[in-house]
């Protein structure tokens, strides 16, 4: 399903990327110029190393369980529940088993 096939629709965000041995996969559902929504799916054990954006990102787990670490400080989580990544902190994720997650960066 394309993004814009998405508008209107109801859908399960964990039906829309499918996980893939030892990789990271993503799609992204929107992207404007104020911000994007992404759909990723990782394979346990995979991670995005610690980095820094000027922005806010919220981390939505839609399935399976990962760490974020903010700060340096790790949170857990798993399917439903969220974390706001403030903008300007170093931050990292990691799959702590298979998981997906939804990311919305909103920029202005």
Not at 45 to 62: N, R
Request: proline share 6%.
């Amino acid at each position: 399903m394309k993004p814009a096939d998405l508008r209107g629709r109801v859908v399960s965000p964990a039906t829309l990327v499918d996980y893939q041995d030892g990789a990271v996969v993503s799609k992204t559902l929107l992207k404007e110029s104020k911000g994007t929504i992404t759909i990723f799916s990782f394979d346990q054990g995979q991670e995005f190393s610690e980095h820094t954006v000027p922005h806010d990102a919220l981390v939505h787990v839609i399935d399976g369980e990962a760490e974020i670490t903010i700060s340096g400080k790790p949170h857990r989580l798993k399917q439903d529940q969220m974390i706001l990544m403030p903008g300007g902190q170093p931050h990292a994720v990691k799959a702590t088993s298979r998981f997906k997650m939804v990311l919305t960066m909103i920029r202005a």
